[in-house]
């Protein structure tokens, strides 16, 4: 006998209501198990009872697949489907306007979210110290440490009013026209995106001869790489910081502040439970971000539990929950576009480095045609 599903209230909102609704024609049916109707449907089984949680909209193929299986009017149930997203997307727009996302997941901080940036108020206060004490500094870090973050929610508005440009390489680096302040987010770029050695050292002269300041941050496994051009070594050796992992204290703040700004609080023991899994691991903010942005999706009141945290995975289990969901939704044949897609995005590694992104173009990612030019092309 398959587990027993969580009782959901239609009065939750339209989410809620279609989910009962889903699970009504189920019963009518018999209810088969969910194994049965993945063979009919063509779907995962999981996907299938994820539709009928309430917890979010199922895309319209899983629910007509999850119609179909239970021998419902397809007709009938995309009409229903239709009224529900538009219900769905207004009770948004108000739950938006009361309340700020705090969590931004696995995007990276930008200046727009400074308000929500905690946890590194001292490394931006050295850091902002040393820009005006420096013509040139450079951020070195591993990767998943939030040096972006840093620098686009972090120093930009503390230099304010002084005007910054962000900017990252490309395969085709070039600075500014004119900037007071140049910002230059993973440079590494420089060396796994620009072919040409020549377009390289030109771009890296530029900046060490720019005179409005200049700020680079490179992934700590490619700081010997910089080694290669000595006026660079020369220009940062004494104004060279190194981003490490946040200690307790400042988690503690990225975790529960972000949350009090948006008018919530963090259940004591999930910020126990999140200290316990991150303190001292490299990369892990990313995916504290993305568990605590799930969490809150499931949030009630004004609380953020662990028991809802516990339910989307955690920090180890969120990400690939999220992927898995998203993935189980396509179909065979765009599972393969996908997967073709995802390797283009990356760079892999030289010499046993880390691999880094690499940008496609946005038609690829519209199309996922792996005949598109990939290496040669501009930044998406």
């Known amino acids: 006998m398959g587990r027993r599903e969580q009782v959901v209230d239609p009065m939750d909102g339209p989410v809620a209501a279609f989910a009962v609704e889903l699970r009504k024609l189920r019963e ?28 979010r909209l199922p895309t ?13 009017d397809e007709r009938e149930w995309r009409a229903r489907w239709e009224e529900t997203l538009a219900a769905d997307r207004e009770r948004g ?46 951020v070195v870090g591993p990767s998943g440490c939030g040096k972006s973050s840093l620098l686009r929610a972090g120093l930009v508005p503390a230099l304010r009013p002084r005007a910054a440009r962000v900017l990252t390489p490309g395969v085709h680096p070039a600075l500014p026209a004119a900037a007071e302040l140049v910002v230059v987010d ?109 969490t809150w999706k499931r949030h009630h009141g004004k609380a953020l539990t662990l028991a809802a945290y516990e339910a989307v995975g955690g920090i180890a289990g969120a990400v690939a929950r999220t992927s898995e969901e998203l993935h189980a939704d396509l179909t065979p044949a765009q599972q393969d576009r996908l997967r073709h897609l995802l390797l283009r995005l990356v760079m892999p590694g030289e010499a046993g480095a880390q691999p880094t992104r690499r940008p496609v173009r946005r038609s690829e990612l519209l199309t996922g045609d792996p005949g598109d030019p990939g290496p040669s092309c501009s930044n998406a």
């Open 186 to 294: 993973q440079f590494e770029e420089v060396f796994t995106l620009c072919e040409d050695p020549a377009e390289r050292g030109a771009f890296i002269d530029a900046l060490v001869a720019a005179g409005g300041g200049v700020v680079l941050s490179v992934r700590a496994d490619f700081f010997g790489r910089c080694a290669d051009h000595p006026r660079l070594i020369e220009a940062v050796e004494d104004s060279t910081i190194l981003v490490g992992p946040m200690s307790p204290a400042e988690l503690r703040q990225a975790i529960v502040k972000p949350a009090a700004t948006a008018g919530l609080i963090v259940q004591r023991e999930l910020t126990a439970r999140i200290l316990e899994e991150v303190t001292g691991q490299p990369g892990g903010l990313p995916l504290m971000s993305h568990a605590l942005l799930e």
């Open 93 to 138: 727009v108000v739950a938006a306007a009361c309340e700020r996302v705090p969590y931004l997941g696995l995007a990276g901080f930008e200046e727009a979210d400074r308000d929500y940036f905690f946890g590194r108020s001292a490394l931006v206060e050295r850091l902002a110290g040393m820009v005006k004490a420096h013509r040139m500094v450079m």
């Open 28 to 55: 009518q049916a018999g209810t088969p198990p969910y194994r049965v109707m993945a063979a009919r449907a063509h779907f995962a089984a999981s996907t299938l009872a994820q539709a009928a949680t309430g917890e």
């Open 60 to 72: 319209l193929p899983v629910t007509l697949a999850y119609v179909g299986a239970c021998g419902g």
